[in-house]
DNA sequence: CTGTTAGCGCCTTCAC
DNA sequence: GTGAAGGCGCTAACAG
């Protein structure tokens, strides 16, 4: 491969006009830049990344680091930011944490050595045991899962709203003894717990959740356990799409019906949940915008080191399906009034 | 950040003996060993990547680029390839071609300027148009889809006979009007179709195949117009997981059941097709040992690349599930029978 | 507008 | 076993 160099060289120019050229830097002379591309075409030439990295102290390189590459939200997530940092030129180092905090501890140092411009990040913890975004030296974007008061730009669903939208739903429609099943470790699963809780509080109803880890197996071993309680709970809430799919495992193989036996509700409006019978009802969250807007934060962020903490909160959208039916179907033709 | 350099002079000693000490050397008495790990400590020092990779013209980096991060398939081979590579320091970058042959082919060159050492690649074509491995100066792998007759390492599924075995299973339980809707850019698919067409054919049926796009709305589209022909196919079989769930929505929009009206049967074991009713009848991939055998065939290559080309195929394993039960359920003891 | 030059931080001969 | 020095390819002053 060649280098600046040669190129400088074949062009019969300097280096540095070369260098200028490949910066699309102004102030240099029509002549000068057509000589320097016909050189580089006729090289084949492309600036070696690791030298400008090392000369120019920047990587224009963001880490992605998720908790868990299999749950299709973070896919989702993942697609967009991808596709925004590509368009811009950045590069993307994507990290699955699998839900491990000291994979995702290794991950961090691992951008440090990177050199990253900076992290967008799903923690796998509710409370970063120890982490401050001020202890490295990038900035971090959180998404999908942060505490209120947490001192970093983050980009978020309205969990407890949301959450609380969808245990009313479930309540005026009838149900009563309504179970919530969340992610006992994010502060996603606290937050939307807490809006479930407050709705039940709400409308002086005793809440039952239970805290389960949010993978596929954990949920329905729970869920299994919670629908073989006396008496058995008339609705139940599942706090994550994995957590949904694990409970939707329980009724089935409880040989239990929704909405008929128990009714069923839960985050995540991916296709599996229109394609089960009845289709489930879901808080739908806008995958596509979080993206967009972390890589966004982050990118002004890094422009702009000082500038104040910003927190974006997106709105899920309620999908009212056959799951939540009304308990006793009086009034059909109100089955899909949204509450 | 400290340098190499800085930390010599905290431990009284040169910059080489550090870089010795760094790099695991032999040849380094003990005394100056732990007079630089000391200081490295204290000073925090992690030797600089991009200087690294810049001198050494070594990056230990490759690149995974999927035809669609959307497709659990993928994901989960992402998962495989990322969680060995990391466990052996090296760094992933993932790109995601989105299933358009452009995007593949800018990523390609984007691994070239990242001078990785290798890349694992799923081509979004079956014939790649203009693509040589031979052109690019990295050795790749391929995944999942490939040419019989293509000159690199692969891992691919014995699709030809995954298809065929499917296709028998349905025909031996008494379909014989079956449709097959298949990838229509992908070896893979194209490889599917023929497993299928030459199980149509060994039993004296006319094959009807379709090719669609791999997307979701593509599949249910076409199923949904294959579904309206008269006379009505009596089995559909889908060749991959997006198709199957596209054809599923498609059985769910035109209100037929299945196994009833059209039994049904396809790719890719997800979770989701355990959980709607009937469950429905698969061919599992082993995604994990497919991601596992990637990145150690591509090692292997970095380390020897005049190694003879490598093929390594997998087998599928036929799940039967009640989506494809037998026609006329005479013996239900035999329902769950592998062909 | 253009060229010269001094490093970025590290590895790796080559002497000692 | 250790240190000195050159250079990987590039960018950014600076001088002209």
């Known amino acids: ?79 967009a930011v991808e596709d925004v940092a590509y368009q811009q030129q950045w590069r993307v180092i994507l990290c699955n944490a699998d839900e491990n905090p000291d994979k995702e501890a290794a991950y961090l140092d691992l951008m440090r050595d990177e050199n990253v411009s ?37 980009v978020v669903l309205d969990n407890v709203n949301a959450a609380y939208r969808l245990a009313v ?12 099943l969340y992610g006992a470790v994010s502060a996603t699963g606290h937050q939307r717990q807490e809006g479930y809780a407050a709705a039940m509080a709400a409308h002086g109803l005793k809440p039952q959740a239970i805290a389960v880890q949010a993978t596929i197996d954990q949920a329905r071993t729970a869920a299994v356990n919670l629908l073989q309680q006396e008496p058995r709970p008339e609705a139940l809430l599942a706090s994550s799409g ?34 089960v019978e009845p289709a489930i009802t879901v808080i739908a969250q806008p995958t596509d915008d979080l993206g967009r807007a972390a890589i966004h934060l982050l990118q002004q962020r890094i422009a702009q080191p000082d500038q104040a903490v910003r927190r974006v909160v997106l709105r899920g959208e309620l999908q009212v399906r056959g799951s939540s039916a ?13 509450a």
Chains 1, 2 share one sequence.
């Open 242 to 275: 994995l957590i949904l799919l694990g409970t939707t495992e329980a009724l089935r193989e409880t040989q239990l019906r929704f909405p008929e036996d128990v009714a069923l509700a839960g985050f995540d409006d991916l296709p599996w949940t229109r394609l």
């Open 326 to 338: 009304r308990r006793s179907p009086i009034r059909t033709g109100h089955l899909l009034t949204t």
């Open 169 to 180: 739903h479930l309540i005026e429609n009838g149900y009563r003894r309504i179970g919530c």
């Open 118 to 154: 900076g992290v967008i990040l799903s923690p796998t913890l509710a409370r970063l045991a120890g982490f401050h975004p001020a202890d490295y030296p990038f900035p971090v974007v959180l998404i999908d899962r942060c505490e209120r008061d947490t001192t970093a730009d983050a």
């Open 1 to 79: 491969m060649a280098n600046i160099k040669e190129v400088a060289h074949h062009a019969g120019v300097s280096v540095a006009s070369v260098s200028r050229v490949m910066a699309g830097h102004t102030g240099v002379s029509e002549a000068t830049r057509q000589r320097v591309l016909t050189a580089v075409k006729a090289l084949d030439y492309r600036p070696d990344l690791a030298a400008r990295r090392l000369r120019s102290r920047r990587t224009d390189t963001i880490g992605l680091i998720v908790s868990d590459i299999r749950n299709p939200f973070f896919t989702e997530v993942s697609r």
